[in-house]
């Protein structure tokens, strides 16, 4: 009896057991032909914080240029007055310098876009890191100061107001200050041209 190719189970088998076994190929190359053009036509990642200048450069240049004025118009504060909040950071918090970026820099990342109300990619430039390594800084720093803040500011309490501030006429409105709103004098002045017809 000859044999029908239609009816026989081996020669079904081996159609079914060849489509299987030809699909992940087809798959494979499915994948690599559409990706290829992708790859192929990409050119190579090039750098894009490449100034002469880096932030450490930066930062030692303003600090020790010799004008006091520059580190305040930059930073918003004096230099000793900067010098001794990085010390003042690395003794009593967590913050540490890391293999590339030294305290006075992570705090100098932290000061400009504080002052200057930056944006990340505006102290990505000014700083020559990445977007990732600039918010990181500013995080740490903004945590190491918040950690301070038990140290140096005292909530107020109306029981401890020192004699030198209840005796002096020049701070008279801080006991007045403690009844609230309504007891602090308000004076107002309405320009003719906002007066009412």
């Known amino acids: 009896m000859p044999l029908d190719p239609c009816r026989s189970r081996v020669i079904k088998h081996y159609r079914v057991n060849t489509a299987i076994s030809v699909l992940p190929a087809l798959v494979v190359q499915g994948i690599f032909y559409t990706l290829v053009p992708f790859v192929l036509n990409r050119s190579p990642p090039k750098p894009m914080r490449t100034s002469a200048v880096s932030g450490a450069e930066y930062i030692h240049d303003v600090m020790y ?7 305040q118009e930059i930073l918003r504060m004096k230099l000793e007055v900067f010098q001794f909040l990085c010390i003042e950071l690395e003794s009593s918090t967590s913050l540490s310098a890391s293999k590339f970026i030294t305290i006075e820099e992570k705090v100098a990342i ?3 876009t504080v002052a200057r109300s930056a944006s ?3 102290t990505q430039e000014r700083f020559q890191h990445s977007g990732e390594t600039i918010s990181r800084c500013f995080h ?5 100061i918040n950690s301070l803040v ?4 005292k909530l107020y309490s109306s029981i401890e107001i020192p004699t030198a501030i209840t005796s002096n006429p020049q701070y008279y409105m801080l ?3 403690q009844g609230g709103p309504s007891e602090v004098p308000f ?5 003719s041209h906002f007066a009412p017809l």
Do not use: M, S, T
């Open 150 to 153: 038990p140290k140096y500011i």
């Open 65 to 71: 240029c010799g004008n006091p004025r520059r580190i």
């Open 187 to 191: 004076h107002c002045h309405i320009q």
């Open 110 to 112: 932290f000061l400009w």
């Open 175 to 177: 006991p007045k200050l």
């Open 120 to 122: 990340n990619r505006d």
């Open 140 to 144: 740490e720093v903004l945590q190491a």
